[in-house]
């Protein structure tokens, strides 16, 4: 807000302001970053279609009258300053030309320059409010990210009132000395005020505060504490109080949601006969730090998990899904709150809820939407204990799906790892920390095998979201002296929290190519595309045809024949074939393009066309107990937008080597009667079947889910019939991909040193955590 000079002001108008006690002696109250206004008072939204919450036009409410922006000289500077105005934490891009729809009234601002650094848009250069030559073809609109700034208002996102000046809470561990397990969960509570952090007087502390704090530090659940204990060593120390009073519910998702008390700066006796008040918290499953928590929860009964969260980028975040009648399905944001997220938070094992998304945040589901106006207290133990209603398809839609963050543990896995060479933070070459007991220091990993699934896990320990690339040769600058390769043969199944849950070789190194370019790097990204195979649409299209040889040329050149076929009598003969169309969807919030760039696709003469991927998708046909005995694949020779939603236009087309991909919130087609859309089951026998189709099953593109990647069938085959029913999404991860022959892995055994013991082929090993502490290898052979 520009300064207004007293000069400025008419003889009354300074009359009044001498008069008035709070014009110029007192100072305006901080607001939100969606209430900051100029100084002529203005509001922002982002408006447009089609969009996601944190993109779109840019239109601006000044005097009454909402407008746009036109796209002259608009820059990325511009459009940070006005992502700050929305509440996002900056820009990632901005669009021109009415990207998202040409809006209506007032063009507000032309020619507008801004250094990036502006508190207000006001405060950027412009012909003037009001001043254009432009139409609203010309209309700007930005991109933000996705993460608000701390305080931004809003209904389903938690601010901190200022007057209560509450900002963080943590526990303070009152004993032990030297290097302590993460997270802390149990310690004296302290809160941070403006000038500094405070402890809180036990005075009327409840079990309600406990759990209140608990679910801010990113725990489910609070136990009883020794007071005793705490209190007689409060006697020996001194202490520093600066709230009580506390009286919460219970439900509350942040401490500053509660009744406080402060104390007074002047007040000399604090707490008397009270001491600080302690907590103890519960960690969820993730989180459980020693053995005696984890036996606990392992003795707990499991019933079946009926909400999940999926397509976040971190853990405790994503899209909400409830289970019902063995059919996964999607909750309506109508009336979703802070209650109803901090529910499913707590019942996934994490704290409280951070955020209550809207707006499928966190990307549209598919199928069912199970819950509507979902409205909760806060203290039911499940997200179906919650009063809800059952809609229909007609009441809500996926572009209405509700989302959580929730608070976590601050575990620090973060300060073990990290990227360096890269042009940009998220990206570089992998160091890990190293060392037990010893001095620690930093080294590279071997970039042999290194892939997607351990990529991802470096992005999410990070906190850099998904992995676009594993990259097992690296070419980034190196600015520091680390050139020594401390860690081998990793191997993760992508859900790890951090790299030292994952197997590797421990403290032997051996890698076939040396020197510090072939270690491993990665490139992260917030965003990550999601396919979902319609599994419905197998069902209702599988059928057996015999298809004579001398139609099925170009399908043996591609490898789409049983190895039977190599010795048939070309070309007379047949193959039966089972066919079936596939629809795949991509519901996650990036476009699904092909690893490889169209410079390095290779032309297929035989049936016209460019494969942009060696297998995009695998066909199985297996025994009830997992043998295969029929296969088929797909090359993605043409991946392109079939068809969309309403609300999404087309983007990839293969035509005229068009640019290949699936765009969020479309679907690619592949009929049934397109070449090796089949599995050849020539050679199967009669018998009851399991058909199995894998999308991307080399984990060539990153996605938010994995596990969702696989569908499976039954099938039963009396040698002229074939009967598919009971389609449904299964679940695909390393281990389903090591037996079915997907990305091949080098034995462990041939790179260990002979005086260690080696695991039988029927277990993984698994060694210690980074810091090798003791020093010795301890190998755990576990079942796979």
């Known amino acids: 807000m520009r300064p207004v000079s007293i000069g400025q002001w008419s003889?009354?108008?300074?009359?009044?302001c001498l008069l008035c006690s709070s014009c110029l002696g007192s100072p305006s109250p901080t607001t939100a970053p969606e209430k900051r206004a100029g100084s002529q008072g203005l509001r922002f939204r982002l408006a447009g279609f089609p969009r996601k919450p944190f993109e779109g036009r840019v239109e601006i409410q000044r005097a009454g009258e909402w407008g746009t922006i036109c796209d002259d000289d608009f820059t990325l500077q511009a459009a940070h300053v006005l992502c700050r105005e929305l509440g996002f934490t900056e820009a990632t891009g901005w669009t021109h030309s009415a990207k998202y729809g040409p809006g209506?009234?007032?063009?507000?601002?032309d020619n507008l320059s801004c250094s990036g650094t502006e508190q207000s848009v006001s405060e950027c250069a412009s012909r003037g409010w009001g001043n254009s030559d432009c139409t609203h073809d010309e209309d700007a609109g930005v991109i933000c990210k996705d993460q608000r700034l701390p305080g931004f208002s809003d209904s389903n996102v938690i601010e901190v009132e200022q007057h209560l000046q509450v900002e963080e809470v943590r526990l303070r561990p009152a004993v032990g000395r030297g290097r302590r397990p993460l997270p802390v969960t149990e310690g004296l509570v302290e809160v941070r005020l403006p000038d500094g952090w405070s402890q809180v007087c036990d005075h009327g502390w409840s079990a309600q505060n406990s759990h209140v704090v608990c679910g801010m530090l990113g725990f489910p659940g609070e136990k009883r504490v020794n007071t005793a204990f705490y209190r007689l060593l409060a006697q020996r120390q001194q202490h520093s109080f600066g709230l009580h009073g506390v009286a919460c519910v219970g439900t509350e998702a942040h401490l500053s949601l509660c009744s406080l008390e402060f104390y007074r700066?002047?007040?000399?006796?604090?707490?008397?006969?009270g001491a600080p008040a302690v907590v103890s918290c519960v960690p969820g499953p993730l989180y459980a730090v020693s053995s005696d928590q984890k036996k606990q929860q392992q003795s707990k009964p499991q019933g079946e998990t009926r909400v999940r969260l999926k397509g976040g980028a971190h853990p405790g975040e994503g899209r909400v899904e409830v289970l019902k009648a063995s059919t996964w399905g999607t909750v309506c944001d109508?009336?979703?709150d802070l209650q109803a997220a901090s529910v499913v938070c707590r019942e996934l094992g994490f704290g409280s809820a951070r955020e209550a998304l809207?707006?499928?945040?966190?990307?549209?589901?598919m199928g069912a939407i199970h819950l509507s106006e979902v409205q909760c207290s806060g203290q039911e133990p499940s997200l179906?204990?919650?009063p809800h209603k059952n809609i229909t398809a007609e009441d809500c839609s996926h572009s209405q799906d509700a989302g959580v963050r929730c608070n976590l543990p601050y575990t620090g896995v973060e300060t073990k790892i990290r990227l360096s060479g890269g042009r940009s933070p998220h990206e570089g070459r992998v160091e890990v920390q190293i060392g037990g007991l010893g001095p620690l220091r930093w080294g590279l990993i071997c970039g042999d095998d290194w892939g997607t699934l351990e990529a991802m896990v470096v992005c999410r320990q990070l906190g850099l979201g998904y992995a676009n690339h594993g990259l097992q040769e690296t070419w980034y600058w190196d600015s520091g002296n680390t050139t020594e390769v401390v860690m081998s043969g990793v191997r993760c199944t992508g859900s790890e929290l951090s790299l030292d849950q994952c197997a590797h070789h421990g403290t032997h190194v051996a890698c076939k190519r040396t020197g510090t370019r072939f270690t491993a790097g990665v490139i992260c990204s917030e965003t990550a595309s999601d396919l979902l195979l319609h599994s419905a649409l197998v069902q209702e299209t599988a059928y057996i045809?015999?298809?004579p040889l001398h139609m099925l040329y170009c399908a043996a050149e591609e490898n789409c024949l049983a190895r039977s076929a190599r010795s048939a009598n070309w070309p007379y003969g047949h193959r039966r074939l089972l066919r079936f169309s596939s629809q795949i969807h991509n519901l996650g919030r990036a476009d699904f393009r092909p690893k490889a760039g169209r410079h390095s696709w290779v032309w297929h003469e035989c049936h016209g066309h460019y494969h942009s991927m060696d297998i995009f998708t695998h066909y199985d046909i297996l025994t009830p107990n997992g043998t295969k005995v029929a296969e088929g694949h797909k090359a993605s020779f043409c991946l392109e937008d079939t068809e969309c939603q309403e609300d999404v236009s087309k983007r990839y087309e293969c035509a005229n080597f068009g640019e290949?991909?699936?765009?969020?919130?479309?679907?690619?087609?592949?009929r049934h009667d397109i070449d090796c859309q089949w599995i050849d089951i020539t050679d199967v026998k009669p018998g009851n079947y399991i058909l199995q189709v894998v999308i991307n099953p080399n984990f060539e593109v990153a996605e938010s889910d994995f596990t969702n990647n696989a569908m499976k069938c039954n099938c039963k085959y009396d040698g002229h019939r074939i009967w598919v029913h009971n389609c449904h999404i299964g679940v695909w991860g390393r281990a389903a991909q090591r037996d079915q022959g997907g990305r091949k892995r080098p034995s462990f055994a041939h790179s260990l040193p002979p005086t260690l013991v080696l695991c039988p082929p029927t277990c993984l090993c698994i060694s210690q955590p980074l810091n090798f502490s003791p020093p010795s290898p301890q190998w755990v052979c576990s079942p796979t």
């Open 11 to 16: 003889p009354w108008g300074l009359l009044l």
């Open 104 to 109: 209506t009234g007032r063009i507000w601002l």
């Open 265 to 273: 700066a002047n007040d000399t006796t604090r707490c008397p006969g």
């Open 334 to 336: 109508r009336k979703w």
């Open 358 to 365: 809207s707006g499928a945040r966190m990307g549209q589901g």
């Open 384 to 386: 179906w204990k919650c």
């Open 545 to 547: 045809e015999d298809r």
């Open 660 to 670: 290949q991909g699936i765009t969020v919130g479309c679907w690619d087609l592949y």
